[in-house]
């Protein structure tokens, strides 16, 4: 049978061996949600790198920039790390470099494996199905927050882990805690994420509604997935 393990935080990979593998690098709060909504309205290309700078220098080349840390974004770029600001006609057709405090660093750390699909709630079944068509095995990698686990992630990775029990089975602890964690709290997500760091984070910020929006499941039938250096679909 495939196996399906979990990768709770970048700083992890070293652990797995990604060779051969399908991986799914998931941030739900909020760089793989943007992503997803990104290319659902109509951009054709993201390319995911870890640095503010190198970012902005993809604009000389046609590339409108999207930058954030901390939840910030630094003034001079066009979109911040918003799923709303990628619904709007500018995005569509368009080419976009993206940094993000932990989503492009987990994309980053990923390039080694077979495929590397993106994940969110908002694209879940697409993910699925592309898994269940896989026939090796396939890693979560989840994006977390500077190195550390967050709840969101691992529910998501939990989630996936439900929808192909059967197929797979769980390669260790950490895809075991993601499903259990899941099945706690699958009735109601907005509830179960309400006291995690990254909620704390972006209520602090006054951004209450991209909560509601990146645990919405299946808004979406798009699955990006990296192509060399870049995401396409
Ligand atoms: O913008 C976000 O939601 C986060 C920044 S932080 O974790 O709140 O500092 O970035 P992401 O790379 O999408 O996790």
Same mark, same amino acid.
């Given at each position: 049978?495939?196996?399906?393990?979990?990768?709770?935080? #970048?700083?992890? *990979? &070293?652990?797995?061996?990604?060779?051969? /593998?399908? +991986? %799914?690098?998931?941030?739900?709060?909020?760089?793989?949600?943007?992503?997803?909504?990104?290319?659902?309205?109509?951009?054709?290309?993201?390319? !995911? %790198?870890?640095?503010?700078?190198?970012?902005? @220098? &993809?604009?000389?080349?046609?590339?409108?920039?999207? =930058?954030?840390?901390?939840?910030?974004? #630094?003034?001079?770029?066009?979109?911040?790390?918003? #799923?709303?600001?990628?619904?709007?006609?500018?995005?569509?057709?368009?080419?976009?470099?993206?940094?993000?405090?932990?989503?492009?660093?987990?994309?980053?750390?990923?390039?080694?494996?077979?495929? %590397?699909? %993106?994940?969110?709630?908002?694209? *879940?079944? @697409?993910? +699925?199905?592309?898994?269940?068509?896989?026939?090796?095995?396939?890693? +979560?990698?989840?994006?977390?927050?500077?190195?550390? #686990?967050? $709840?969101?992630?691992?529910?998501?990775?939990?989630?996936? *882990?439900?929808?192909?029990?059967?197929?797979?089975?769980?390669?260790?602890?950490? =895809?075991?805690?993601?499903?259990?964690?899941?099945?706690?709290?699958? @009735?109601?997500?907005?509830?179960?994420?309400?006291? @995690?760091?990254?909620?704390?984070?972006?209520?602090?910020?006054?951004?209450? /509604?991209? *909560?509601?929006?990146?645990?919405?499941?299946?808004?979406?039938?798009?699955? !990006?997935?990296?192509?060399?250096?870049?995401? +396409? $679909?």
């Amino acid at each position: 049978m495939q196996k399906i393990d979990v990768c709770l935080s #970048p700083d992890l *990979i &070293h652990l797995y061996d990604l060779a051969g /593998k399908a +991986v %799914v690098v998931v941030d739900i709060f909020r760089a793989t949600s943007c992503m997803v909504t990104a290319f659902a309205h109509g951009a054709v290309e993201i390319i !995911p %790198v870890e640095d503010v700078d190198v970012c902005a @220098s &993809h604009r000389e080349q046609g590339y409108l920039i999207s =930058a954030e840390r901390n939840g910030v974004t #630094p003034a001079g770029f066009d979109f911040d790390n918003s #799923p709303f600001s990628y619904q709007v006609d500018r995005v569509k057709g368009a080419k976009i470099c993206v940094t993000t405090t932990n989503g492009t660093v987990a994309l980053r750390r990923s390039v080694q494996a077979a495929q %590397v699909y %993106v994940g969110a709630f908002l694209n *879940i079944s @697409s993910v +699925v199905r592309a898994l269940k068509a896989w026939s090796g095995d396939a890693i +979560v990698v989840c994006a977390g927050w500077k190195g550390k #686990p967050n $709840l969101e992630d691992t529910l998501f990775a939990g989630a996936v *882990i439900d929808e192909l029990v059967g197929q797979y089975t769980v390669a260790d602890d950490a =895809a075991l805690m993601a499903w259990k964690q899941y099945n706690l709290a699958s @009735s109601d997500l907005i509830t179960a994420v309400k006291h @995690s760091s990254h909620v704390n984070r972006l209520l602090g910020l006054g951004i209450e /509604k991209d *909560i509601t929006f990146c645990l919405e499941r299946d808004r979406y039938d798009v699955l !990006p997935h990296l192509q060399g250096d870049k995401l +396409v $679909l």
